[in-house]
């Protein structure tokens, strides 16, 4: 079964802080994803990649960058957290032929 | 980009009973489209997916139909069962299989009345 784990469950950071959400997945995936859930807003894609060292523009990438130094490894980077990124962060995961699978969330609170 | 709207965002039934969530796109380039079951506090999981090329699929008591003239696509679940609780939310790809990532539904809130 395929395992997408994501470094905190909760996190509460403050204003103009640099904030690491780490996502891990161990089953060899190409592609990975950042997204966030809001209330009635559904998921919006922030970035993804679809490779080692590399990155794409989702629907709502401002405010946020990555990294996917290694292929089990995508980090979502808030460069400076304001009170509006306050939400639940997903990271995804992607093999060919097969569908997205979620990891657990990272529910984010901005002070 | 692709636009995708989904209906009702709320919808009860009594159990036993059908429940039909219906949604739209814009980009008739879109060729994939999954459905996502998300519980309260868990993670969303793929429930059924469609590809352009197939015009309805069904897995046990979960069917999906797709309207590639009208952009539309709904997920059918038949006999309810209060498990079927939760948040559902329709997705849509133009990359076959979601690579590029998916253009959610803002999700629709079934509720299974005993």
């Known amino acids: 079964d395929v395992k997408v784990t994501q470094s905190s469950r909760y996190l509460v950071k403050r204003t103009g802080e640099k904030v690491f959400l780490e996502c891990v997945q161990d089953?060899?995936?190409?592609?990975m994803f950042w997204y966030r859930q809001d209330p009635g807003l559904g998921l919006r894609l922030i970035y993804f990649?679809?490779?080692?060292?590399?990155?794409e523009k989702g629907d709502i990438p401002e405010g946020y960058s990555v990294s996917r130094e290694k292929k089990e490894r995508f980090s979502l980077i808030l460069e400076s957290a304001s009170t509006n990124q306050t939400s639940m962060y997903l990271c995804?995961?992607?093999?060919?032929?097969?569908?997205?699978?979620f990891g657990d969330g990272t529910r984010l609170s901005i002070l | 980009g692709e636009n995708v709207e989904q209906h009702p965002s709320t919808l009860s039934v009594q159990e036993g009973d059908s429940a039909v969530i219906k949604c739209t796109y814009s980009?008739?380039?879109?060729?994939?489209f999954p459905w996502y079951k998300q519980e309260l506090g868990k993670r969303p999981q793929l429930i059924i997916d469609?590809?352009?090329?197939?015009g309805e699929k069904k897995d046990q008591r979960i069917a999906v139909t797709l309207n590639k003239t009208a952009k539309h696509f709904s997920l059918h679940i038949t006999e309810t069962q209060p498990e079927d609780s939760a948040v559902y939310f329709c997705?849509?790809?133009?990359?076959?299989?979601?690579?590029?990532?998916?253009?959610f539904g803002k999700g629709t809130h079934l509720i299974i009345q005993p």
């Open positions: 469609i590809r352009s090329n197939v």
């Open positions: 995804a995961t992607l093999s060919s032929g097969k569908p997205q699978h």
């Open positions: 089953m060899d995936h190409e592609n």
């Open positions: 990649s679809y490779d080692v060292k590399m990155k």
């Open positions: 997705a849509a790809s133009m990359s076959g299989g979601g690579a590029d990532g998916l253009t």
């Open positions: 980009d008739s380039a879109s060729n994939y």
